[in-house]
């Protein structure tokens, strides 16, 4: 709208949004089966409320389909994200009451508090299958990709998505829903007022109980000061927090923009780059133990309230944005640069001022990482694959309600839109059930298939040896689509039945290579982490520049509590068809794998050539080679072009191997081997 001015020219009219202040919010309490009690805080009001995206985590469980393991493991991401929030308070404030000279606000300690509320907005349903297996399988099927909407062939291009980044696009989302905007022109300013909502200018830390306060007039309809207001660097900083980095979305982005560097600490208590010891991750792992086990999950509150700030070398110089350096020599390099364009943080360069411990916690946080190996042993690795068939059945079929798209959104391209994604959450799996649509018919036959706990049966594990040598390391070297090319070629006989011959299919065949760990692959993180010794615990009082280093602690000191190893890798494999003979089949084909590869054994392109293994066998030899011919073509009918197969073995040997193979033509027997674990089915 405009008006006329006096000179006869038209000058834009302010337009008036009708906005409510903090002060409509009150502190509330909510009950919590972990922290007790958890306050909700005016500002966490705000983006809670009136929005279908905070509430969407309500219908996603932590868990995913776990609950068919562990019946109580039914808690919501919506109770997680109230726990962190809540440790992300707690944390910030105890720094800021122990280190008063770090400089730590109430507003720094409500923007980490909102990051850690707002981590998982962007998770998708049934936990991390949907932009784990899920999202993984529509990108390789590139034919797929090329749908009727441009955008979304270009999006799904991208093969580097994250719930993360939808994590950032929904705090956009729930802003515009208050009528607030982030305005990266003017970061120091209050959000830009787009519409109806929250006021831009009265929004931030109010008085109506924040923290314990019993209220305060003394902003009645004014602008909040800025020590109190939100402004779009707050938010950037929130975004920040859950990035776990810059938000590289521009020019300037390229480095923290939402804190300076004497406080770069704070980003390292959500999700922390350093150690990946943080309020996340010592929430949900005292919550599922909780939920799963039940006598267990206690908040580890050592490592909340023994954490100061101090200097600490960098823990991953190559991969950190600030440090960008291979070894000690490109370090130097960096400091001379620095130091002749008179950077006056030269001094510190390689340090860090990260979240740092007393030497008396080095066991407790050996055992955490222990305990973060022993949830993903026990609870996290129940994969249930039947689910990202389901939303792979579905998926050319259904179409999301979406916003900017009027023909809707396929599941797989949900995040361009937030109206699609908001309504995408864990009961996608009913309404397909519930469909009338033919075209679902493949996908609700999963679905009973599922409710009647007909899951796919775990066949067979093969554990990795950790020696480069050991033969098994052939094994994990081995792509997921070539391995299920050799199985199929495994010559075992089967008969089902009707006596007729039983071959396998790569359909019916699941190929998992797992590794867990405890936080860095085969490394200890404990490396990661710095201690400092009792008797600098006084210098913490000093200001920023004069605070003590903290290092990384000798092993020595603990050895009698590490592990052999760090990590554990399996190949796990799984069968899709449900008759026990071809899961049998595929069990003994797998045994004769594994023999085959360790001795260096290749199947032949034709088994027609070895007609004279035996009588019995000649009958079947056409059939399994022209099964040989399906199979090449049905792994390239469900395979990428660049990962096409051919009708050849895909087994690599060395010339030790060759000779061996030369030496002892005949298929070795079949038997059982310590390596394997008995076949049997899991949930």
């Known amino acids: 709208p405009s008006a006329q001015s006096s000179g006869g020219t038209k000058r834009p009219r302010e337009v008036e949004y009708t906005t409510r202040p903090m002060e409509a919010y009150h502190q509330k309490r909510t009950n919590d089966s972990i922290h007790s009690t958890i306050s909700l805080c005016p500002a966490m009001q705000v983006l809670m409320d009136h929005n279908p995206y905070f509430q969407r ?19 919501n991401r919506k109770e997680h994200s109230l726990g962190v929030a809540h440790l992300a308070e707690r944390l910030a404030r105890g720094l800021a009451e122990r280190q008063p000279k770090l400089g730590i606000t109430d507003k720094d300690v409500l923007c980490v508090k909102l990051a850690g509320l707002c981590h998982d907005l962007g998770h998708g349903p049934f936990s991390h299958v949907y932009d784990g297996p899920f999202l993984d399988a529509m990108r390789a099927d590139q034919a797929r990709m090329k749908e009727e909407v441009d955008a979304m062939a270009s999006a799904s291009a991208s093969t580097d998505w994250t719930h993360e980044d939808a994590s950032l696009k929904i705090i956009d989302a729930i802003l515009k829903s208050n009528g607030l905007k982030i305005d990266k022109d003017n970061l120091d300013e209050p959000l830009k007022q787009v519409w109806h909502g929250v006021d831009a200018k009265r929004f931030g830390i109010s008085g109506a109980g924040h923290y ?20 779009n660097r707050d938010f950037i900083f929130i975004k920040e927090c859950i990035n776990g980095g810059p938000l590289n979305d521009g020019p300037g982005y390229e480095s923290y923009v939402g804190r300076p560097a004497e406080k770069e600490f704070l980003y390292d208590i959500v999700s922390n780059r350093h150690s990946g010891l943080d309020v996340d991750k010592i929430d949900y792992f005292a919550r599922d133990q909780r939920q799963c086990h039940k006598g267990s999950g206690e908040i580890e509150l050592l490592l909340i309230e023994e954490a100061f700030v101090c200097w600490g070398e960098c823990s991953r110089p190559s991969k950190c944005f600030q440090c960008r350096c291979e070894g000690e020599e490109d370090l130097q390099l960096q400091r001379i640069m620095r130091n ?26 050996l055992d955490f990482f222990k305990t973060r190996f022993r949830l993903h042993s026990e609870i996290y690795t129940h994969r249930q694959y039947i689910i990202c068939d389901i939303l792979k059945e579905a998926d050319p079929h259904y179409r999301l309600r979406a916003e900017n798209y009027p023909g809707g959104l396929p599941i797989s391209r949900a995040m361009l839109d937030m109206t699609a994604y908001a309504n995408l959450n864990d009961t996608i799996i009913d309404t397909i059930r519930s469909s009338t649509k033919t075209s679902l018919r493949r996908a609700q036959d999963l679905i009973e298939r599922y409710e009647q706990r007909m899951f796919y049966k775990f066949v067979i594990s093969i554990e990795i040896s950790h020696d480069k040598d050991d033969a098994t390391s052939l094994l994990w070297e081995k ?33 998992e290579k797992k590794e867990i760990h405890h936080g860095r692959k085969s490394l200890n993180p404990v490396d990661m982490m710095r201690f400092l010794p009792k008797h600098e615990l006084s210098r913490l009082n000093r200001s920023v520049s004069e605070l003590p280093e903290a290092r990384q602690q000798s092993e020595d000191k603990y050895k009698s509590s590490i592990p052999q190893a760090f990590n554990e890798r399996a190949i796990r494999i799984f069968c899709r068809n449900k008759k026990k003979e071809v899961v049998d089949l595929l069990y003994h084909a797998s045994l004769q794998w594994i023999e085959d590869t360790k001795r260096g054994f290749h199947a032949p392109d034709s088994w027609i050539e070895m007609e004279e293994v035996g009588d019995a066998a000649g009958d079947d030899m056409g059939a399994y080679d022209r099964h040989i011919a399906n199979v090449s073509q049905e792994i390239n009918d469900h395979t990428p072009p660049r990962r096409r197969v051919t009708n050849r073995n895909t087994t690599q040997v060395s010339a030790d191997t060759n000779q061996a193979e030369e030496m002892s033509p005949v298929r070795p027997t079949r038997g059982p081997t310590s390596l394997f674990h008995a076949n049997g089915e899991t949930n």
């Open 212 to 231: 314990g306060s019993d209220g305060d007039d003394d902003y009645q309809g004014k602008p909040y000061p800025k020590e109190r207001l939100l402004t």
């Open 479 to 511: 792509d997921e689509e070539a391995i299920k090319m050799e199985l199929c070629k495994m010559h075992v006989s089967h008969r089902g039945e009707g006596r007729e011959k039983l071959f396998l299919s790569p359909i019916d065949i699941i190929i």
């Open 57 to 75: 985590l309500r219908k996603l469980k932590q868990l995913g389909v776990t609950e068919s393991v562990y019946i109580n493991a039914t808690h």
């Open 340 to 365: 002749a364009a008179g950077d006056k943080d030269a001094r510190r360069d390689g340090m860090h001022l990260m979240i740092c411990y007393p030497e008396k916690t080095l066991l407790k946080a």
